[in-house]
């Protein structure tokens, strides 16, 4: 039978069949793309495999990606390292808990991650910790996780959840809204260690809270106001200003630094301090706070008391190089500060210092 001419009217049956065709076509067309997620899916490594693989463990919220999880690498120091020995002491791993992020406890971190499907790098980060923190703990609980939960405490460390650690734990959950009843699960590791997420500031001014505890939520919360995650001559990431303020926030107190005059302890952050720096954010200034009770600096120096904070950066510039310096002294001597040093006096020609006395 011969073609029809290449002009001729199609029929209603070559209309059908020429319908299906671009159906079958189509289909086809979505299996290759589904195929080719699905081969996506299957070819992620490392943290992102594990994370899209598995949900997230009971309790876990969004908070753990959004929270300000430090970030361990050698070099590092502090009670958060002391914490991630502990918690790898608690996963079978033979790591000395000296607080030093030294080249065993990168090979202990590997190791684990390795175990975990993450990303082996030797650095733990937002999902190393999840993993490392991915366990429950309660009265009668004893040994190297315990521990990791009394240093983020403040407590000493005896590794026995008895009841100075289960009321340490139930305040703490108080002050930080979590469900008050003594069990350490994802939320309460994530508040320890991370912090809480900051809540979206209201528009306008602040107005201060009186006890130091809910200042220092405020001022976590408060635009304008960034804090150091390091020190310019030690290095101890438990008592950065960044850590200082976080601590001070769950009600722990801020630390000083092991390296110190005083040595390592803890220290409650005064609240004219505090509500001065609400005060100054809501001037317009904004200050990076470089140091509050970590650092070194002279034997009777305030800083050890809680009572000054040195700040670095303002408006966007160092101090001693364009700063608006002199304006952020003269306030704070408005504000109640009786010791005021910058650029000009005797060791102060990079940063602002304010005290209280």
Request: one cysteine or more; glycine letters at 10%.
């Amino acid at each position: 039978m011969a073609p029809p001419p290449a002009n001729a009217t199609p029929t209603r049956k070559d209309t059908l069949m020429r319908k299906h065709a671009r159906n079958l076509l189509l289909h086809s067309l979505a299996a290759t793309l589904l195929a080719g997620a699905a081969l996506t899916a299957v070819s992620t490594t490392g943290d992102e495999a594990s994370a899209s693989a598995k949900p997230a463990a009971h309790g876990a919220t969004n908070a753990t990606k959004a929270a300000s999880w430090p970030v361990l690498k050698t070099g590092s120091r502090g009670t958060d390292v002391f914490t991630a020995q502990h918690l790898l002491a608690a996963r079978g791993h033979t790591v000395k808990a000296d607080g030093a992020y030294g080249k065993n406890t990168a090979a202990a971190v590997a190791k684990f991650q390795k175990r975990a499907g993450l990303r082996v790098d030797g650095v733990v980060g937002p999902k190393t910790w999840a993993k490392l923190t991915a366990l429950t703990l309660r009265t009668g609980a004893k040994g190297p996780a315990v521990k990791a939960l009394q240093r983020q405490l403040g407590l000493h460390p005896d590794g026995i959840y008895g009841n100075k650690t289960y009321n340490a734990v139930r305040g703490f959950q108080t002050r930080s809204g979590l469900k008050t009843d003594g069990v350490v699960g994802p939320k309460t590791w994530t508040a320890l260690i991370a912090g809480h997420t900051p809540a979206k500031p209201k528009p306008g001014g602040t107005k201060p809270a009186t006890t130091a505890i809910a200042l220092a939520r405020q001022l976590l919360t408060k635009p304008g106001i960034t804090y150091a995650t390091r020190h310019a001559k030690t290095v101890d990431s438990a008592s950065t200003a960044y850590r200082n303020i976080h601590d001070m926030a769950k009600g722990i107190g801020a630390a000083t630094s092991p390296h110190s005059h005083v040595g390592s302890k803890r220290v409650q952050l005064d609240p004219r301090m505090l509500k001065a720096l609400i005060t100054l954010a809501d001037s317009g200034y904004r200050l990076q706070i470089s140091e509050f009770v970590g650092g070194t600096h002279s034997k009777k120096s305030r800083h050890y008391r809680g009572l000054s904070f040195d700040a670095n950066i303002i408006n966007g510039k160092h101090v001693g190089s364009g700063a608006p310096h002199k304006k952020v002294m003269n306030l704070c001597r408005t504000l109640g500060a009786t010791e005021v040093l910058g650029p000009g006096n005797k060791g102060h020609n990079t940063h602002i210092h304010c005290a209280w006395k």
